[in-house]
DNA sequence: AAACCACTTTCTTTCGAAAATCCTTTCTGT
DNA sequence: ACAGAAAGGATTTTCGAAAGAAAGTGGTTT
């Protein structure tokens, strides 16, 4: 870095553009970095974040990188002990289920208000929505041998774009802004499934599901579409579940 | 102050007393203190934080305080915009409907839970709260004229210790949190009609309700438990919600 | 060998000042 | 008079360093 200080200039590598009328302070940019690379996994669980370190890594210093850390000890991707700083937030089978159980609870409440407002515009972004997911998830499936990072983080932004797409008519902020924390809370956990493959979806059709949950909130069949996502995401808990306990029990 | 530094001293006036194997940074003081005097209507609602006054104010420098102030931002007690810094958060009906609504899907649950999972502990936690509580009431309803702040603010912590006994046993700390947090905010709007009294409870009979729940509770009801609860919580927020409106059609 | 103490090192937290940005007022040209 | 530019002041944000606490080291005693 120059002796120049430079406070809005956008990095390169940003995923999430922003919004044009809110300017990125430094701290905004370290959050959002941080923010990726632990849900990336770059940073290991339990793993202490020194801010030496995290310096040297960003080249921000430590006020923006203290307020990023501030901001993921409240969304739960970090943890922080007085005096002795910041880590990467554990892994934990008890974690999980907590973070799970919470997202079925704030994303069906969401799809039930949903599907009680929804518009054509509401229906027509799920539908858009869930035909970019099945075309990325076909072509991921149709390439030969290990998928590249960036197939599998699109696919990953087309899914978390579906499921938001569902609940976005709930009309409450604060079950909107849950269910983000909430999903990238547990995508931390997905992640290593994702990428080994090692311990893929057995005997799961997971495109049927969403489709099924789609098509029930379409035909706004409440009861039934909540029961559906419901399912959904304790499947994928339940898959996790095993293979964390299978690694650890593997001297991992 | 003087030049010295002084990280771990308690402040007089704090009303936590913070667990003993967890030393107070400056910055949790500032948290703790900016939290109270927000929720205790020290600041206006809508008004901005200025650095510069919050450092007179409580004698900290710009770091605790920016800490504090990100903490408070992500609990929704306080806003921020880029470069423009920190303001209260403003009262709208909008946002405390949310907050309401929010508060009564993640407390029903939670009293759900604890209604399954209840033991011995659980119900004297209960009985014990709604006692005291229930002793602080009719303390200040005793006092003749204007009961003092130290009475009002006995009972408001009486009022949430019961209603945290209620969902004790959980078992899920995410919602125990957010009922801390969805206390917080919905509290603020409460406080002006505590204190006026001018907008009392007309017909309805507090105290009782609270027997209600806890007697629901008790006999493990939970569908009649969470229906009273869900009640108690909108009859106060459309009470406030009146007064709202009345005060800002009278040109407030 | 385990427990204890003083010393050193490492790291977090806090401070005060500098830089960047926003907001208001004043000035300029039409 | 009025839109737009420019200056000036106020405020936030960031930096680098200093202070304070925790962890580590090595030697001494029990």
Request: glycine share 4%; proline share 4%.
């Amino acid at each position: 870095m120059s002796g120049k200080r430079n406070v809005a200039q956008p990095m390169a590598g940003d995923t999430q553009p922003r919004a044009a009328d809110e300017p990125a302070t430094l701290a905004e940019t370290a959050y959002r970095r941080l923010h990726r690379d632990i849900i990336a996994g770059v940073f290991a669980p339990g793993q202490p974040l020194r801010l030496e370190l995290l310096k040297q890594r960003y080249g921000f210093s430590f006020s923006p990188l203290r307020e990023a850390l501030n901001r993921l000890q409240s969304e739960r991707l970090v943890v922080a002990a007085a005096l002795r700083g910041f880590s990467v937030a554990p892994f934990s089978s008890e974690e999980m289920r907590d973070a799970t159980e919470t997202r079925i609870l704030v994303e069906c409440e969401a799809l039930r208000r949903s599907i009680d407002n929804g518009d054509d515009d509401w229906e027509a972004g799920i539908v858009a929505a869930f035909h970019a997911l099945d075309l990325q998830a076909r072509r991921v499936k149709a390439i030969l041998g290990e998928p590249g990072d960036d197939d599998l983080s699109a696919l990953e932004v087309r899914h978390q774009d579906f499921h938001r797409a569902l609940i976005a008519r709930c009309r409450s902020r604060r079950l909107l802004d849950l269910a983000e924390q909430l999903y990238a809370e547990t995508q931390r956990y997905r992640l290593p499934m994702l990428t080994g493959r090692a311990f893929a979806d057995e005997a799961r059709d997971v495109p049927l599901e969403h489709r099924q949950i789609m098509d029930a909130a379409l035909a706004r069949r409440s009861e039934e579409a909540t029961a559906l996502l419901a399912a959904h995401y304790r499947r994928t808990s339940a898959l996790i579940d095993r293979n964390m306990a299978a690694q650890t029990a593997a001297g991992d």
